[in-house]
């Protein structure tokens, strides 16, 4: 009804507000949950992009390292047992003597070894004074002083190291898990393929015709699996533990023909 107040029965009745509604509990923790596992997908996703870019950035560092250590001892494996050449007065002409006894069964242009870390190689070969335009450089890129040049490969600390001389060392490249060193060599109508303690027993060193280098190097970040394996530079498998593997292998033929004594 209508009070007895003009005008009252034209007035329009307020509606009456609805209390506000929060959310339950359940909705909270699912909302949660969801929130949890976007993150996590997130963290994963940035994890692995991580991992695969220390992976690549591995590899390319462990691939210049390898590159510039065969550029190197390939140099002086390549250089190994050349003979200074002399000149013809009449001529003008360069030859070898025949006569030449610097390489031979007491004094070969290589020689290697075998210790707990890995192998040892050391390469010489004479300098030409009269080819001033010859590569005459020892392993850490100094001229030598004396007539020889002499380099001394060998694994130490997961370093590879050089020393032209003995009170000079220096490290050519680091990341190195194994060196290797094999020798082909032709011992009468035979070649064979024998390490440093095969070739020592049976002095064969002025026989070796070829150096075959074999470098294991392994990388700093870790990798997702952990537990997978690899051929090392003897053909044995063994576990990443978690790192980066590469194996480079490549084979040097020396300028020395065989026993020239």
Known sequence: MCSPEPGACHRRARPVRQASRGVTLIELLAGMTLGLLVILAAVGTLVVA????????????????????????????????????????????????????????????????DDV??????????VAPLLPNTQNRDCIGNRPTTDKIEATFWLEKGELRCAPTPSTVQSLIQNVAGFQ????????????????????????????????????????????????????????????????????????????AGPLE
């Open 181 to 256: 060193v094999n020798y082909r060599v032709l011992n009468g109508a035979d070649s064979q393929i024998l390490n440093a303690k095969q070739v020592e027993a049976a002095q064969l060193w002025a026989s070796v015709k070829a150096v075959e280098i074999c470098l294991d190097m392994q990388g700093t970040e870790k990798m997702p699996d952990a537990g997978s394996s690899y051929p090392d530079c003897q053909g044995v498998p063994r576990l990443r533990n978690g790192f980066v593997h590469l194996v480079y292998r490549n084979v040097f033929d020396l300028r020395v």
């Open 50 to 113: 991580r991992g695969a870019s220390a992976s690549v950035g591995d590899i390319s560092q462990l691939q210049q390292q390898a590159s510039y250590a065969l550029r190197v001892i390939g140099l002086q494996l390549r250089q190994a047992g050349a003979i200074d050449p002399t000149m013809d007065a009449a001529t003008q002409l360069f030859s070898f003597a025949s006569t030449y006894t610097g390489y031979g069964v007491t004094f070969a242009a290589v020689h290697g070894g």
């Open 117 to 126: 870390q890995g192998a040892r190689l050391s390469t010489s070969t004479t």
